[in-house]
């Protein structure tokens, strides 16, 4: 089993910057594939960024490409989300997410994980 806590989130104005951190424990092994979701009220949770295991295979929502960077560190069992350039519509509570998947694989839809943090809420004023 794998255990995922999220950190980061908070209040900051349009334009500003964040950044996730999701730390994992337990059977890091099976975080192959890692992922940032987000779910605003009333709305189905959303693809936001993954990254496979190696992290040489990134791949990003189209809304937030150009200003959100994901990143991992397996030395220290932990992923990244660098939010910058933040709008309102970036509203969400942001979930990360770890799925034991082929040898570097990825993954943009929710079936790809099996592994879920208790989310952190992110909120941009204008």
């Known amino acids: 089993q794998v255990q995922l806590v999220e950190s980061g989130g908070g209040l900051v104005q349009a334009g500003g910057s964040l950044r996730l951190s999701c730390a994992a424990s337990?059977?890091?092994?099976?975080?192959?594939?890692m992922g940032w979701f987000r779910q605003a009220p009333g709305k189905e949770r959303e693809f936001v960024a993954a990254i496979s295991w190696s992290g040489r295979k990134t791949s990003y929502a189209d809304s937030v490409k150009g200003r959100f960077t994901i990143s991992r560190d397996n030395a220290k069992n932990t992923m990244y989300l660098q939010m910058n350039s933040l709008k309102p519509e970036d509203t969400a509570v942001y979930y990360c997410?770890?799925?034991?998947?082929?040898?570097?694989?990825?993954?943009?839809?929710?079936?790809?994980?099996?592994?879920w943090g208790q989310g952190t809420q992110v909120t941009v004023s204008s």
């Open positions: 337990g059977r890091t092994f099976s975080s192959r594939a």
């Open positions: 997410a770890a799925g034991n998947i082929g040898w570097d694989s990825i993954s943009d839809d929710v079936r790809g994980y099996n592994y």
